[in-house]
């Protein structure tokens, strides 16, 4: 079946940089994304969505970035922190409740 | 305040011994799901309900069920817990169908002994 899946496993990035993750799909039915941070021993948190009819959305130091052409979604940490380690997954939605994960990056943020 | 609780947070079973998870949730959500979640692997979904209209993953094995006796509440069940169903269970809320943001609750760690 249809599937959504990530580029990169982990990434380590220093503290104060910007982190990129970045997510393909390939249900071109899906029109809804939602990234999700999970900490260890943790339910996934919401961090941020987007709908199908937009390519771009900001929120508190994260941007989400859709690009349907390509079937690609990325979620941009801007000035990583400590506090930002953890496993981003990225999901799909769809109006049958089918909401998938991708298979997750790890991030590492350094001192 | 937690909106989706899971109980137990972990829970121990013998092989073959039937066990039940349960979730709650405050939220008046119509949507709720069931993850499996394995070690370093993303949360794969068994089922949802909305409402009471139960979908079941076509890959879901039939060892694994679910319950929902009212908004508020749904169970899995696991019928004849075998080494492989060793996994974090994780529960979620939505609103409505589609697009809507889904709340999860801490998770319940299943040990099959």
């Known amino acids: 079946g249809e599937s959504v899946g990530l580029h990169l496993p982990t990434l380590s990035v220093q503290e104060g940089d910007n982190s990129i993750i970045n997510c393909a799909y390939s249900?071109?039915?899906?029109?809804?994304f939602i990234w999700y941070k999970q900490e260890s021993g943790k339910g996934p948190q919401f961090i941020i969505d987007?709908?199908?009819?937009?390519d771009k959305r900001q929120g508190q130091r994260v941007t989400v970035l859709l690009n349907k052409t390509v079937k690609h979604l990325s979620l941009q940490i801007a000035a990583t922190q400590p506090g930002d380690s953890a496993v981003y997954f990225c999901?799909?939605?769809?109006?049958?409740?089918?909401?998938?994960f991708g298979a997750g990056t790890r991030l590492t943020v350094k001192p | 305040d937690a909106m989706v609780i899971q109980n137990p947070r972990y829970q121990v079973t013998q092989f073959g011994k039937p066990v039940t998870l349960s979730c709650s949730q405050t939220?008046?959500?119509?949507?709720m799901y069931w993850y499996q979640q394995k070690s370093s692997q993303a949360p794969k979904l068994l089922f949802h309900?909305?409402?009471?209209?139960?979908?079941n993953e076509a890959d879901t094995p039939d060892n694994f069920q679910s319950r929902r006796p009212n908004t508020s509440f749904c169970f899995l069940d696991i019928r004849s817990p075998g080494l492989g169903d060793a996994a974090m269970y994780l529960c979620?809320?939505?609103?409505?169908?589609?697009?809507?943001?889904?709340?999860f609750g801490q998770g319940t760690r299943l040990t099959v002994v």
């Open positions: 249900n071109s039915a899906s029109d809804y």
């Open positions: 309900y909305y409402d009471k209209d139960f979908n």
């Open positions: 939220l008046n959500h119509n949507v």
């Open positions: 999901a799909e939605n769809n109006n049958n409740n089918d909401m998938r």
């Open positions: 987007i709908r199908s009819n937009m």
């Open positions: 979620a809320t939505s609103k409505m169908q589609g697009n809507t943001e889904a709340f």
